[in-house]
């Protein structure tokens, strides 16, 4: 059952937007400020968000960059093109405007629920004879188990989603923050040394290779 939360300040809306989800067998999280969207996403990942713009605290244009990895459909009464344009290039994968029929909405929810299930289906990840297995979490080198930290494990599935591409140390900590939120700059060079020297544990072969002044890639 998916979770979608609702981010919205009118509670008369939002008690609307609960009921007519609830009957369509969503499981709903609120908040009424972007404040607090921000606490419960700390604590709960939804599989999609329903964002107001018009938000007491932080506004839906602040909280948006901060939802990473979570479909988000903008509800709002703005109608301003540049308005919808600037949130969708930003990461809203929809923008509904209020007053809006239930009907589509839901039609929309479902769409992006479905496109985002499909685009974040599993796939087995493999370099020479290191594979990693998203479902599981395991990763292997010639069947050999290597058990590694979740920051460990969070770089190491980005390489090798990426494998001819040279990571830099802005774009990992950007790209792993949604699985690792402690990792920092100051850290991340100590994750990175760590999983080298386990992969290269199991049969002497470095997988990793620093590329000085830009990061890291797949040897």
């Known amino acids: 059952m998916s979770r979608i939360l609702i981010i919205d300040d009118d509670i008369p809306i939002g008690d609307m937007l ?12 609120r908040a009424y400020s972007g404040t607090e969207a921000l606490l419960v996403l700390a604590n709960e990942r939804p599989d999609l968000v329903l964002l107001d713009l018009m938000l007491p605290g932080l506004n839906g244009e602040e909280v948006l960059p901060q939802i990473k990895g979570i479909p988000v459909i ?14 969708l290039l930003g990461g809203a994968v929809d923008y509904v405007t209020k007053p809006f029929h239930t009907k589509e909405l839901l039609a929309r929810i479902t769409a992006h629920l479905r496109e985002h299930d ?27 188990p290597i058990r590694l930290t979740r920051t460990e494990y969070a770089i190491l599935k980005l390489l090798m989603q990426n494998p001819t591409q040279v990571m830099t140390k802005s774009q990992l900590l950007d790209r792993i923050s949604e699985d690792t939120p402690d990792c920092t700059e100051n850290s991340l060079k100590m994750h990175i040394s760590n999983l080298r020297r386990k992969l290269r ?19």
Request: hydrophobic letters at 35%; aromatic letters at 6%; a negative charge.
């Open 18 to 29: 609960e009921e007519v989800l609830t009957k369509e067998g969503y499981e709903i999280s």
């Open 74 to 87: 903008v509800v709002s009464a703005k109608t301003d093109i540049d308005n919808k344009v600037a949130l």
């Open 118 to 144: 499909d685009h974040g289906q599993s796939q087995v990840l493999t370099h020479e004879d290191l594979t990693l297995l998203p479902d599981t979490h395991v990763v292997t080198i010639r069947e050999t």
């Open 201 to 219: 544990e199991v049969n002497d072969k470095d997988y990793i290779e620093a590329v000085w002044g830009i990061g890291f890639k797949l040897r």
